[in-house]
Each structure stands twice: as structure tokens, then as C-alpha cells.
């Protein structure tokens, strides 16, 4: 499409523009032929500049119309490059806040090409294309989720979604550090279940009748494997509002509003903003709230794709025995799956170091990784690898994300190094995986995982 209307512009520009200015009558030749009048000397500037500029423009559209789509894929990925570093200079939830919007509205590119053949997997009877995902709370309100699928991620997760709107906690609170990391403090700060769910449903109602219109015979399976939000899979992560008294309630209430939506279901027990959130993960808590959880999902109607897969994310500042613990209840509940890790309260050098690590939240960027890589070795082997992982804290390459699928991940998620890297960055971490999973031998990303716990 993209480079439709490039061709459609540079076709404009040469026949409206240029053949018709008097610059090159026939006219105007033979006048000036005749006199010679007197041009002052800016004009001609004037004259000379809008020459090359419109020499410049015919020459780049000549060459763009002869590239082909995935070239000029390419570019538009490397162009954002460019646009970037801006975002830098703003303010951290201000800089958020615009490219959640861009994303929204269409203003990104959109990812033409396909993924390697060595990095799509199947995982809960659905296919990724591939296995980088992004994380939740970059887009927490589902704004922006059919602009983000189309930058090449294998999976969004939306979220955290709390049932009640709230403000979250005061600001300033997201800080940036310059070794590559954030700290946040926001709360759950988000427009509460229903507005999401208004907001997932008109995008779900809008995506059938594209489909219909475009393939009236597409069948079921086609369906399940393009996820439901199309091509990609969605994930929406749940919340407890601050002031509930009753979490397992929040949870029961997302899932009854969100969960016909989502491809996969979290519950969020791990983030270190919301008081007492984290007392969640303590092994009886976290039995009765996924067996309440589990109740309210399969209570419901579900179709032959059945039920979403539910998973738990927990947080990296967690001890051995809280981890057996966690293990235990995953295995014995049949859990689906569990997100390793969210952001952690501690300061791993060379954070500790900065005045900005005193900043009261959540830690998440490249000081994570090491510390959400060793509680995801510990987590695999503690569950025997049955339980599919997710991945996630410091991943900012392709060899990152082949370390977390060593480490024994099937899943991988970034939210940090997209905020610094943008779109660009999407597109390097596939390619270096697919390098990384060739180079040592790995057919599939399947044959790798965990195997550096074997």
C-alpha cells in the first residue's frame, strides 16, 4: 500500500507539476530568446533550489518505484531511527503517552515481510509467527493493538486492566536511567475493564468483517491460528484496583468482561506499585486465587477453541522457597503458563550507583536481565519443564531473547528496550535469533528451550 501511493506522488509530481510549469514552455523560451529580463539574484537562488528539490524528488521516486515491498519495508523500519532520539527528550510518561498514540493511529510502519521459518512455534493450539512478544504496560489500555501486531511482534500483551478506572500514583513517575533501564512507580493507573472491553470489542467486530469480506470461506482453524486479534496473538493482563478488598474478586471480574477477547489470559501478582499486591504470590494466596480464577473462566461459554489459557506472572525478588512454592501450585492447578519476571525493588549495579536508582518502583531495562534470567533457569527446572514460560526483563537483542529461550522460555517479552530502541528494533532482535538458533544447530526454537538446564 505504502509504496502505492509513493508511485501515486512521485506520478503527480511529474505530470502536475513539472510539465506544466511555465518554467518549460514553449512560451517562455521564445520570449527569453527575444529579452533577456533581469532576474534578481535571490530569485534565481529561489529558482535554482526548488530545481534540485524537485530534481531530488523525481530522482527518489523514479528509484523507489522500481524497489520492491519488502525493500521499501525496510526502510520505513530504519527510517524511525531517525524519529527516535526525539522521544528522548521528552518528558518519560509524556514520550509514552505520544507513541501509544502514533501506534493508535497508523502512524508506524507495518511489517511487510515474513518471519524467518525457524522462529514460529505452536504454543496453547496457537500458532506465533514468532516468539518476541511485548509486555504489558506499554499499551494498558488497549489503544493501539492492531498498530503494534503490525510491527512484527508475535504477541501483544495488553494491560495490567484493572476493574474500576484509576489515576494510579502521583506524578513524576517513570524515570529514566542511562544504563539502558526505567524505573516506574505508576499504579495501575487505566480506564478500568469496560472501557477496554468496549474497546477490544469494536476492534474484534471490525477484524470479522474484513475477514468475511475478504475470505467469506476462511475456516476455523485458520481462525484459531491467526489468534484473535488477527495475525498476532493477544494477551491481556489483570489487575486489583489499590483500594479493593477482595483481589480474587478483580481478577473474577476481568476475566468475565475480557476474557472472550483475549488468546491468553495473566494475572498480575507480582507488580511492586500496589500495596499488599505481592503477598499474592505466598503459596496458599496464590492456590485459592487461581483455583477462583480458574472457576470464573470455565464457568463461562466457550466455543471449540475452548477457554483462554491462564497464566500467573510473578515478580524476580522472590526467594528458593517462594519459588517451590509457586512451582508446587502451577503444577498441581494445571496452570498454563507463567511470565518470568515483572519488574524487581532492587538495584543491581551499575543502577546502584546512580542518585535516580533512590526512586521508589519498579527496576525493569537491561540491569533486569541477569536477575529475571536466573529466577527463569529456576522456575523451568522446578516445573520440569511442563509449564510454558514467558520470558521477560532486559531483553534488548536477539542473543538476549536466545538466552532467555535457553534459560528455558518459549515465549519472550521486551517493553524497555522498545521504549529506546522503537520499531528498529523489532525486526534486528528476529533476524540475530534466527542467526543465533542457525548457527548452533536448532531447527526450531522448540529444539532450544532449556537447554541450557539439561
Known sequence: MALRVSRKIYREILN?????????TARHYSS????????????????????????????????????DEATFCGWLF????????????????V????AVSAAARGWIPREKRPDPSNIGLEVWGRKFSNPIGLAAGFDKNAEAVDGLLGLGFGFVEVGSVTPVPQEGNPKPRIFRLPEGAIINRCGF????????????????????LDE????PSSSTDEAKHRGKAGPGILGVNLGKNKTSEDAAADYVHGVHTLSQYADYLVINVSSPNTPGLRMLQGRKQLEDLVKKVQAARDEMQWGKEGPPPLLVKIAPDLSKEDLEDIAAVALALCLDGLIISNTTVSRPDPVSKNPVSREVGGLSGKPLFNLSTKILKEMYVLTKGKIPLIGCGGVSSGGDAYQKIRAGATLVQLYTAFGYGG???IPQIKAELAECLERDGFKSITEAVGVDCR
Open 95 to 98: 514520550g509514552h503517552r505520544l
Open 32 to 67: 527569453s530568446a527575444q529579452t533577456a529580463p533581469n532576474i534578481p539574484h535571490s530569485a534565481k537562488k529561489g529558482r535554482l533550489l526548488t530545481g534540485a528539490t524537485i530534481g531530488l524528488v523525481i530522482a527518489g521516486g523514479a528509484y523507489v518505484c522500481t524497489v
Open 16 to 24: 502536475k507539476r513539472v510539465f506544466s510549469t511555465p518554467l518549460l
Open 212 to 215: 468475511t469480506s475478504r475470505n
Open 423 to 425: 520499531p528498529a528494533l
Open 78 to 93: 530504519s527510517a524511525t531511527k531517525l524519529v527516535n532520539p526525539f522521544f528522548a527528550l521528552l518528558d518519560p510518561e
Open 189 to 208: 493507573n487505566g480506564e478500568g475493564v469496560v472501557a477496554v472491553a468496549k474497546r477490544l470489542d469494536a476492534q474484534h467486530g471490525k477484524r470479522k
